[in-house]
T-cell receptor, first 115, second 114 residues
């Protein structure tokens, strides 16, 4: 089984709708990162979560970490075409220690927002 | 917004040739990484580098690969004798001194081995 499972694999929403993407780990999470990627381009940092119950928001994007469930969710409110892209979760599941993070990534969720 | 820069953005090379991918990490960062993403697959960790030595490497990072910080600003990934399966997007990343600091990724270098 995958160490980091993202769901759904792809998502098509109408502009203005809310949506949620999930990332579930089969191992303990020691740090969870969300990135956005456009096809063939770099990873844009969105948010990092470290503590259970932690929740962070930036503009219309909110991410939460449920340590007990070993899961994180990314919620977009009132989606816009600019939100379209591939959302990746990456996590330290080996307790790399210190600042030396070795991230394991999920396969990504492809988001399409129709105007 | 701090930025990790990578060159070249795209390189096509013949199988068996040596390739060097270059990165300029964010200036006050101390930890440097290379990841790769084969087309359609997950982003995979290759190697991390701190204090002028490799901290950790994955199974992918075999003897064909090496990393170097030749001066105070550049961080390079060398593939000695490229294979077709080395074709991928290679990402450089860097992070700061303290635990939990954000890991910033560059735009990537597309490597195509023919």
């Amino acid at each position: 089984s995958q160490e980091l499972e993202q769901s759904p694999q792809s998502l098509i929403v109408q502009e203005g709708k809310n949506l949620t993407i999930n990332c579930t780990s089969s191992k303990t999470l020691y740090g969870l990162y969300w990135y956005k990627q456009k096809y063939g381009e770099g990873l844009i940092f969105l948010m990092m979560l470290q503590k259970g119950g932690e929740e962070k928001s930036h503009e219309k994007i909110t991410a939460k970490l449920d340590e007990k469930k070993q899961q994180s969710s990314l919620h977009i409110t009132a989606s816009q075409p600019s939100h379209a892209g591939i959302y990746l979760c990456g996590a330290d599941i080996e307790n790399s220690g210190g600042s030396n993070y070795k991230l394991t990534f999920g396969k990504g969720t492809l988001l399409t927002v129709n105007p | 917004e701090p930025e990790v820069t990578q060159t070249p953005s795209h390189q096509v090379t013949q199988m068996g040739q040596e390739v060097i991918l270059r990165c300029v990490p964010i200036s006050n960062h101390l930890y440097f990484y290379w990841y790769r993403q084969i087309l359609g697959q997950k982003v995979e960790f290759l190697v991390s580098f701190y204090n002028n030595e490799i901290s950790e490497k994955s199974e992918i990072f075999d003897d064909q690969f090496s990393v170097e910080r030749p001066d105070g600003s550049n961080f390079t990934l060398k593939i000695r004798s490229t294979k077709l399966e080395d074709s991928a997007m290679y990402f450089c990343a860097s992070s700061g001194q303290f635990s939990g600091n954000t890991i910033y990724f560059g735009e990537g270098s597309w490597l195509t081995v023919v």
